[in-house]
């Protein structure tokens, strides 16, 4: 397992990476639209930008949230199921969030193959193919993001054990 330990933590890091590039692009981009509209020179492209890279963060931080388990997990049902339920709850778990990312992926490919060339409105220079390509992307990752954690999840379906839940680490942490 040390190779998906490996492929996990590079996924994490280029994830985590991405998020903070997009969050910090997003703050400068819309703080200086907003200072420049009040100087009476706006920008008409930085909203449509902005949603972009909004969107964008959303869709890596979706696969960020399902590496870091933090997704749809149900643990509190798997853990309260019967013992020969709780493998089963959580491959088929995956296999309806899987599935429904490869969907997603693959009608986001459709999508960025039908719409590729249209420009921007406001930056005509810019492809939909490009802004639109985070969703079969980031689906993408999602599912490798399921995949790697489901080792894990299927450990403790078969302890029984309450599967770790992120959420509630963070707020134990805080005490």
Same mark, same amino acid.
């Given at each position: 397992?040390? /190779?998906?330990?490996?492929?996990?933590?590079?996924?994490?890091?280029?994830?985590? +990476?991405?998020?903070?590039?997009?969050? /910090?692009?997003?703050?400068?981009?819309?703080?200086?639209?907003?200072?420049?509209?009040?100087?009476?020179?706006?920008?008409?492209?930085?909203?449509?930008?902005?949603?972009?890279?909004?969107?964008?963060?959303?869709?890596?931080?979706?696969?960020?949230?399902?590496?870091?388990?933090?997704?749809?997990?149900?643990?509190?049902?798997?853990?309260?199921?019967?013992?020969? !339920?709780?493998?089963?709850?959580?491959?088929?778990?995956?296999?309806?969030?899987?599935?429904?990312?490869?969907?997603?992926?693959?009608?986001? !490919?459709?999508?960025?193959?039908?719409?590729?060339?249209?420009?921007?409105?406001?930056?005509?220079?810019?492809?939909?193919?490009?802004?639109? +390509?985070?969703?079969?992307?980031?689906? +993408?990752? /999602?599912?490798?993001?399921?995949?790697?954690?489901?080792?894990?999840?299927?450990?403790?379906?078969?302890?029984?054990?309450?599967?770790?839940?992120?959420?509630?680490?963070?707020?134990?942490?805080?005490?």
């Amino acid at each position: 397992m040390p /190779f998906v330990r490996l492929v996990r933590r590079v996924l994490e890091v280029a994830l985590v +990476s991405t998020g903070i590039v997009l969050l /910090f692009a997003i703050a400068v981009l819309v703080a200086t639209g907003v200072v420049l509209r009040k100087l009476g020179a706006p920008i008409g492209w930085y909203d449509e930008v902005a949603g972009v890279l909004l969107a964008w963060l959303t869709w890596y931080g979706a696969a960020l949230a399902a590496l870091e388990r933090a997704h749809l997990g149900m643990p509190d049902l798997v853990a309260l199921a019967p013992a020969g !339920w709780r493998v089963g709850l959580v491959l088929l778990r995956a296999l309806l969030v899987c599935g429904a990312m490869a969907a997603i992926a693959w009608f986001g !490919w459709q999508i960025v193959a039908i719409l590729g060339d249209e420009k921007l409105v406001t930056v005509p220079w810019l492809t939909v193919g490009l802004t639109q +390509s985070a969703i079969p992307i980031a689906a +993408s990752l /999602f599912v490798l993001a399921e995949l790697l954690t489901l080792p894990d999840r299927l450990a403790e379906a078969r302890q029984g054990a309450a599967a770790r839940d992120p959420e509630r680490a963070l707020l134990e942490g805080a005490r």
